[in-house]
Antibody
């Protein structure tokens, strides 16, 4: 059964870089033609798609965050990662990773990790 | 970006009730609409994709319908495990966007 688990610091200082990793278990990150995505949820707010990456390194990002986001894949660790630079309090959120399915043009996220809370504060 | 609006934002219902949640897109999205369930502390779960296709393992008391701009998630007979927050998500065009959520609470 495919499982995803987010990891990384729970506290980041303003103006610094938020770095998270998502470890995939139960399947190889490169064994299937899937994208892998990041989604976040600020406290009391809705879900926001951040971006997605293919195992080959192809990425596409939400334009609202594109200037600050970098995603990468480490196939040797079966992980993909998120970096968000120049963070502010508005970046405080629960960050989820998920498999991004694109079959027949239908884009959906399944399964998801449980999420990790990242707080931006000095 | 396509805006997704859910209603209501929350509702109270009893076990056995029929529950309907509505999602409206700011432009036509054909049937490019997914539904998720999220319980606190758990991973969100895909319930329905392509507006009406039930994901494997999801009970048949859940169903989705709609096309264009108006969509519905229906739970025919609410069970204890259905108390959660539900989100719609459009998959018509990037950036993929979600509704603000509908919290289903116990009455």
């Amino acid at each position: 059964q495919l499982q995803l688990q987010e990891s990384g610091p729970g506290l980041v200082k303003p103006s610094e870089t938020l770095s998270l990793a998502c470890t995939v278990s139960g399947d190889s990150i490169r064994s299937s033609s899937y994208f892998w995505g990041w989604i976040r949820q600020p406290p009391g707010k809705g879900l926001e798609w951040i971006g997605s990456i293919f195992y080959s390194g192809i990425t596409y990002y939400n334009p609202s965050l594109k200037s600050r986001v970098t995603m990468s894949v480490d196939t040797s660790r079966n992980q993909f990662s998120l970096k968000l630079n120049s963070v502010t309090a508005a970046d405080t959120a629960v960050y989820f990773c998920a498999r991004h399915l694109t079959a027949a043009g239908y884009n959906c996220f399944d399964p998801w990790g449980q999420g990790t809370l990242v707080t931006v504060s000095s | 970006d396509i805006q997704m609006t859910q209603s209501p934002s929350s509702l109270s219902a009893s076990v056995g009730d029929r529950v309907t949640i509505t999602c409206r897109a700011s432009q036509s999205i054909s049937t490019y609409l997914n539904w998720y369930q999220h319980k606190p502390g758990e991973a969100p779960k895909l319930l329905i994709f392509a507006a009406s296709s039930l994901q494997s393992g999801v009970p048949s008391r859940l169903s989705g319908s709609g096309s264009g701009t108006d969509f519905t998630l229906t739970i025919s007979s609410l069970q204890l495990e259905d108390f959660a927050t539900y989100y719609c998500q459009q998959s018509y065009s990037s950036p993929w966007t979600f509704g603000q959520g509908t919290k289903v609470e116990i009455k």
